[in-house]
């Protein structure tokens, strides 16, 4: 069979994890069970449904075509030889009993291609009995099945699991890499915005994207200066009040919390002598920098890393907001 030496050129960078893709294409051979791990926005389902195109492809001569039937099903999501599982969201939401519908679908042979695809997105959300629940058939999968797990990062599996995958890791891209596509989705936004925002999330497309598309990343550039004002300031109030602007939406505050740990790593660089920031507010981390000391500097990054945990683990939002102003407060001035 042959392939694309460089397979899937509408995904953006990450040439090692394609690499290995067209390596797996050019040999026939795929690896029974792929995870691909990479952070939020990376790409990851985009890629499992690409490589799941591949597998579903209905042309021996190259493999994705891009035009048979099976590429075309598997690019509108509606091949059925290629099923999509996850759970609801949140963490331990992926249970059991979905793990074992998918057990008992994957002996049916494959209706039109010659494999059958299933992606576990999120897998890290799985519970550790459904987890459990899945090792035998990761070990022993019938030979028409292509498992496809995606995770934030592979520690998130138990070892178990992740002895029985082959690992793809994506990382972010460049930003010269991104502009074309960026552009071509954000057509209104301007290079230096663009830019800003790439860098402040290292890379990584999908939160750029959602972040211009629903206003909550313009929300979050906008408060992250006055929030370094106000945590200068004398009293707790002018932080709070800006907290207030951000409590009912949980996803703002995610991107708030990113941006705050940029702009205090860019602070205690610039204490330290170096130039390169990557904040998207560099005046406010100039005065940061200025007004407080590498310890306290250090001190609100690990704060920061402690709330980001905190929302992670689906804190309520209120207690998130007060322990934000009194933490970061008193590793600022307390
Ligand atoms: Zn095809």
């Known amino acids: 069979m042959k392939s694309f030496d460089r397979p899937f050129p509408q995904f953006i960078g990450n040439d090692g994890a394609k690499n290995q893709i067209a390596a797996y294409l050019q040999s026939g051979q795929f690896p029974h069970a792929l995870l691909i791990e990479g952070p939020t926005g990376s790409g990851k389902k985009t890629l499992a449904r690409l490589i799941a195109g591949a597998a579903v492809c209905e042309n021996a001569e190259e493999r994705p075509c891009g035009r048979c039937a ?47 695809v299933m992606i576990l997105s999120n897998a890290h959300q799985m519970t550790p009995q459904a987890q459990n629940a899945l090792l035998k058939i990761l070990e022993e999968p019938p030979v028409h099945l292509l498992f496809i797990l995606t995770c934030e990062n592979r520690a998130q599996l138990l070892p178990t699991i992740r002895s029985r995958v082959t690992v793809l890791s994506l990382t972010g891209v460049s930003f010269e890499k ?10 209104e936004a301007n290079e230096g915005d663009l830019r800003r925002t790439f860098t402040a999330f290292g890379g990584v497309i999908g939160p750029v994207l959602s972040g211009f598309a629903d206003k909550g990343l313009s929300k979050a550039l906008d408060l992250l200066p006055r929030m370094a004002k106000a945590l200068l300031s004398p009293d707790d109030w002018e932080l709070i009040a800006l907290t207030g602007e951000i409590e009912k939406d949980k996803e703002t505050v995610k991107e708030v919390l990113n941006g705050l740990h940029l702009l205090f790593r860019d602070a205690l660089m610039l204490h330290y002598g170096s130039t390169a920031t990557l904040s998207t507010a560099p005046d406010a981390a100039r005065t940061l920098s200025a007004a407080l000391s590498g310890t306290r500097l250090t001190a609100l990054i690990k704060e920061v890393e402690g709330l ?14 007060s322990r934000l102003v009194t933490r970061l407060r008193s590793a600022a001035i307390g």
Do not use: W
């Open 308 to 321: 980001q945990e905190d929302t992670r683990r689906n804190m309520n939002q209120a207690l998130l907001l």
């Open 178 to 187: 991104a502009y074309p596509l960026l552009k071509e989705k954000l057509p």
């Open 70 to 116: 099976g590429c075309r099903k598997a690019a509108e999501n509606i091949h059925p030889d290629v099923e999509e599982f996850s759970g609801t969201g949140g963490e331990r939401s992926f249970h059991i009993d979905t793990v074992r519908v998918l057990r008992h679908n994957a002996y049916i042979l494959p209706n039109e291609a010659e494999k059958r």
